[in-house]
């Protein structure tokens, strides 16, 4: 795929061709379409495909061809095939990749119903499994941000390239899909703001840039980017040496071979800025609802996963409020409580 994903560790299963217009396939099929009309990104409307794909494939294996055979004992029987689902790797379905199948196909029957198409939802009852609370053990530190930040090579025309893309990814957390479809018309040097067109969830928004990311931004366009020009109406921001957007794989094999040129062993590549954009803010006293805005969160509580990482602040509230935070020091001559820890020296 160009430009979308599908869920890591996933496998792409084609969409059966219908046997008849009633089939669970010819129903797919015009639900898949209903969701390119209403406006459903491609990237994401190609895990919807591929995750009914996938339920359609299991229906197809045990003789079940139209919706109307579908009751909530089936659902429940595939809830428990996703539950004993084992990859190629022998490594089982998160929790999270469970219900995200699942919802994808309670989201269907709804559609079935509020268009008439079927009596009644035998998905509406069904429980979805307890997915996990997220959190995020690996998180750079602000030095490790500055020691990758230094491994591009900026003496040549990539290496420079790559050092504007990192500081523009670390400056304003953008994901990688913002990052790759920012233009340069998006970018506001005079304002210090980014322009987010269709983030997630099909949202604009406006993010702010720091200055040292738009010297560095300024400098990749005044001395890199029109040598990487083919297509003089190519409005990409970051080009790549044939001149085309990079792909979100380029993209994330770009930063995940910093990362590793760094020393740093820790999984991620893109979301590793975006992470350490957001704690770092945070532990410097940033208000969460300023940063659900800048990282473009439609709920809060997607955001206050970054509550769980930013220690250093509540350690120094903890050290600054708590009663016993600190050992009590002795004035000189006094003789220390049998069972009270002294101080080292």
């Known amino acids: 795929m160009a430009r979308g994903q599908r869920p890591r560790g996933s496998r792409a299963i084609a969409l059966a061709a219908p046997t008849h217009a ?55 029987r595939y809830q428990r095939h996703l539950f004993h689902y ?41 429980e979805l499994p ?15 941000v500055e ?17 504007a893309l990192l500081e523009v990814l670390y400056s304003t957390g953008l994901r990688r899909m913002e990052l ?9 040097f005079t304002r210090g703001t980014v322009f987010v067109r269709q983030g997630k969830g099909a949202k604009d928004r406006i993010v702010p840039i720091g200055e040292r990311a738009l010297a560095w931004l300024t400098r990749y366009l005044d001395e890199v980017r029109t040598a990487f020009v083919v297509d003089p109406n190519e409005a990409g921001l970051f080009l790549t040496h044939e001149g085309r957007r990079p792909t979100l794989e380029y993209v994330t094999a770009l930063v ?25 803010m945070l532990e410097n006293g940033a208000d969460i609802r300023y940063i659900q805005a800048m ?20 350690k120094a509230i ?3 409020t708590h009663p016993g935070a600190k050992l009590a020091r002795k004035t000189e001559g006094s003789t220390p409580d049998r069972d009270e820890p002294t101080p080292a020296a």
């Open 22 to 76: 009633d089939s669970v396939a010819a129903w797919i099929v015009r639900y898949l379409e209903h969701q390119r009309v209403t406006g459903l990104k491609a990237h994401s409307w190609q895990r919807v495909h591929d995750d009914l794909a996938r339920f359609n494939a299991w229906c197809a294996e045990r003789a079940i061809d139209s919706p109307r055979e579908i009751s909530k004992p089936v659902l429940e």
């Open 86 to 126: 084992r990859r190629a790797d022998g490594r089982p379905l998160a929790a999270g990749s469970q219900v995200r199948e699942l919802m994808r196909i309670k989201h269907w029957f709804r559609w079935l119903v509020r268009g008439n198409h079927l009596p009644s939802n035998p998905a509406s009852e069904l």
């Open 130 to 144: 307890r997915a996990p609370k997220r959190y995020l053990p690996h998180v750079l530190t602000p030095a490790e």
């Open 147 to 163: 020691t990758i930040l230094a491994e591009p090579d900026v003496g040549t025309a990539l290496g420079l390239r790559d050092r």
């Open 180 to 188: 790759v479809n920012l233009s340069v018309f998006d970018v506001s």
């Open 256 to 280: 995940r071979t910093y990362v590793k040129r760094a020393g740093i062993d820790k999984p991620g590549a893109c979301h590793l800025f975006r992470h350490a954009a957001a704690t770092a």
């Open 295 to 314: 990282l473009g969160h439609a709920a809060l509580n997607t955001t206050q996963v970054y509550t769980h990482v930013s220690i250093g602040a509540l």
């Open 318 to 320: 903890h050290a600054a």
